[in-house]
């Protein structure tokens, strides 16, 4: 599942071809993705103007002109990609349609903006703008790492009673928004934090630590486009390289990059956990 780097870099990909930009035709073709689009979703897009494309936690917005955005979530195998662009020197020509081809948006100027999703994870949904805290996927997520809500008081507040292990603990939505499976991996390995221990356990100043180190990992992995291990790809369609720089994540019985010790995968709540029994306590 593509988490906060991948999303942020595929809104990056996308703004420059969709933003201050209007919709000349939107194409919508199948009525549903994991869930319903939703009605007369083609004619609600069809000549709005994309005033501005955000993101929160792991889901992209684009605000329209008509009081609405768009929500999108690309799931485990959906791709945003841009054509009918200049990329640096480069002009990315339109490819033709492929089969998967769910939503597809005609730019003014050129541009198209294709949704392609070959097993119908991700999803679209219209919403009011001023109610989009309200929305079912969007209610209850908590701050933003890189947002001023998330700060060290705020997490140790949040994770001070908590009785789950400090993994687990991370990647739930309510406590901070976009974290996922691979870069909870990494921040506690670079904080040495055992991903096993109770999060209420850890002492106050250890927890504090997370949050710059939280920070860190998320704005390298953007730099370098995210990490693509199995789907993933950017809005031109380049693969992102952060998983060439793993410390712990999928690199079990290979050595700790700091102290040479076997990584060592376990499983936590269904999920892989990638650690160092060394460094990490």
């Known amino acids: 599942m593509p988490e906060l780097p991948e999303v942020e870099t595929v809104r990056r990909g996308l703004a420059p071809a969709m933003e201050g930009t209007r919709i000349a035709r939107a194409e919508v073709n199948r009525p549903d993705l994991r869930w319903p689009l939703p009605e007369q979703m083609a004619e609600r897009l069809t000549g709005a103007k994309v005033e501005r494309l955000r993101r929160r936690s792991k889901y992209i917005l684009a605000d329209l002109d008509t009081g609405e955005s768009l929500l999108i979530h690309l799931g485990m195998s959906g791709r945003m990609m841009v054509s ?17 081809d769910h939503v597809v948006l005609h730019m003014d100027g050129g541009a198209r903006v294709t949704f392609n999703d070959a097993r119908r994870f991700g999803a679209m949904d219209l919403v009011r703008t001023d109610r989009e805290a309200a929305h079912w996927l969007l209610a209850g997520l908590g701050p933003e790492p890189f947002g001023n809500d998330f700060h060290e008081n705020y997490l140790i507040n949040a994770l001070k009673t908590r009785a789950t292990p400090i993994k687990s603990a991370l990647l739930d939505q309510h406590v901070v928004a976009g974290l996922g499976n691979i870069y909870v991996c990494e921040v506690l390995h670079r904080a040495g934090i055992d991903p096993r221990r109770q999060a209420r356990r850890i002492a106050a100043k250890r927890l504090a630590q997370l949050v710059p180190i939280i920070r860190q990992v998320l704005s390298e992995a953007i730099t370098a486009g995210g990490s693509s291990l199995r789907d993933h790809r950017q809005a031109d369609g380049e693969l992102g390289y952060f998983q060439h720089t793993f410390r712990v994540y999928d690199r079990e019985d290979t050595p700790c990059v700091t102290c040479g010790t076997t990584i060592r995968r376990i499983v936590q709540s269904g999920r892989s956990t990638f650690f160092c029994p060394s460094c990490q306590k």
């Open 84 to 100: 009918g662009v200049m990329l640096g020197d480069f002009h990315l020509d339109h490819p033709a349609p492929l089969k998967h």
